[in-house]
């Protein structure tokens, strides 16, 4: 009785195993045909809005116009060399904060020809002289050394000479904002870690500046040469600058016009005080 009960029980769990897996593999078709309708519906709208967009085409971006602009100033002819050109020099000896001096005059030479019109005014070679004005060392409390330079006029083969200048006369170490900033920022935290360590602040030694032999040495001139028919070069030198107008151009840096001397200086004049008038009073 067991047994039978057994048997009928087993073959009603199969049954019912087998229809829920007949139900399974049913739905499996609706639902592959469901995700098919709903694709189909989606592409259809996304034809649909690409119809409405084809409608209605967007209108071109219209080209920009062009504004009225300064036309260029023209370029000098072959037969000018303009005032504040730019020349290439050579230095055959070192120059330095540490082994230069005042008054010392270093030889350079010209790297190029330089030519106007067809005629070399100066060969390459031809040499010049920088004079040292003004040197200041290295010293502690980080301040780095430079050298005040300049050109003397360059001595033409035929006899003339051309006045020159030094773009930037003061020739010192580079220090680049990058580096002040990290410099100040391992300062802070060296302060915040080794005790004293301000004291390095203020026995620190800056750096001397160093321009090798072989070195190039940028320069302008300080006049026009213009090629005349003749075959000749005239050496153009400019007017006087006046004072009131315009400021010439300085390579040196710029300095107070006049520095206050003596003890009172610095000090603005002591201006007495008015007295008070007194009132008058009521008789």
């Known amino acids: 009785m067991d047994r039978t009960s057994t048997n009928a029980l087993d073959k009603k769990v199969a049954n019912e195993s087998n229809n829920s897996s007949k139900r399974e593999s049913a739905r499996q078709p609706r639902r592959a045909k469901s995700a098919l309708a709903k694709t189909a519906l989606f592409l259809l709208c996304v ?8 409608a209605f085409p967007i209108p071109p971006t219209p080209s920009p116009q062009s504004l009225p602009s300064a036309s260029p100033s023209p370029a000098p002819s072959g037969n000018v060399l303009p005032f504040d050109s730019n020349l290439t020099f050579v230095t ?7 082994g230069s001096r005042a008054g010392q005059l270093i030889d350079v030479h010209l790297k190029d020809d330089l030519t ?14 920088l004079r040292v004005v003004a040197v200041s060392h290295a010293d502690i409390g980080d301040q780095y050394g430079f050298v005040d ?30 580096h002040e ?11 915040q870690v080794i005790p004293y360590h301000w004291l390095y602040h203020l026995f620190r030694k800056g750096k001397n500046f160093v321009l090798n032999a072989g070195s190039e040495m940028p320069a302008r001139t300080e006049a026009t040469l213009t090629a005349l028919p003749n075959g000749t070069v005239a050496i153009e030198t400019p007017p006087p600058a006046a004072a009131s107008v315009t400021a010439p151009k300085s390579a040196f840096p710029v300095e107070p016009e006049a520095t206050p001397f003596g003890p009172n200086a610095g000090k603005l ?12 009073t009521p008789s």
């Open 181 to 191: 900033s990290t410099v100040a920022l391992e300062d802070t935290i060296e302060d």
């Open 116 to 129: 106007v019109g067809g005629h070399v005014v100066a060969p390459a070679g031809t040499p010049a002289k």
């Open 47 to 54: 034809a649909a809005g690409a119809g409405v967009a084809g």
């Open 149 to 178: 330079i300049f050109f003397e006029p360059l001595a033409l083969p035929d006899g003339r000479v051309l006045p020159i200048r030094a773009p930037v006369s003061r020739l010192a170490p580079h220090r680049s904002a990058g």
């Open 92 to 98: 055959d000896a070192a120059i330095s904060s540490q």
């Open 269 to 280: 004049p002591r201006r007495p005080s008015p007295s008070p008038t007194p009132w008058p």
